[in-house]
């Protein structure tokens, strides 16, 4: 497994995580809003995500290893990302 399939799978994590947070935050917004509200969450939902930087990855990756799971990141298996 080599180190680029790894960092790519954790981006990928980072990518749906980032949708599911995005996802929630918009529901509740429109959970307590009122009609004349609910504009700026649908521009919020058409809004280009950020691509993410090697630094902020490698950022992740870090942080995940002192927290005592470098293990589980080295042996977790990775897809290509296109």
Do not use: Y
């Not at 298996?77 to 296109?82: G, N, P, R, T």
Request: no cysteine.
């Amino acid at each position: 497994m080599s180190k680029m399939s790894d960092i790519a799978m954790t981006i990928e994590e980072l990518r749906n995580a980032a949708a599911a947070i995005n996802e929630a935050a918009n529901w509740l917004a429109a959970q307590f809003s009122s009609d004349a509200d609910a504009t700026p969450v649908a521009e919020a939902k058409t809004e280009k995500k950020p691509e993410l930087t090697l630094e902020e990855v490698r950022a992740v990756l870090a942080e995940k290893s002192r927290a005592g799971h470098t293990a589980a990141i080295r042996t977790f298996d990775f897809v290509k990302i296109s």
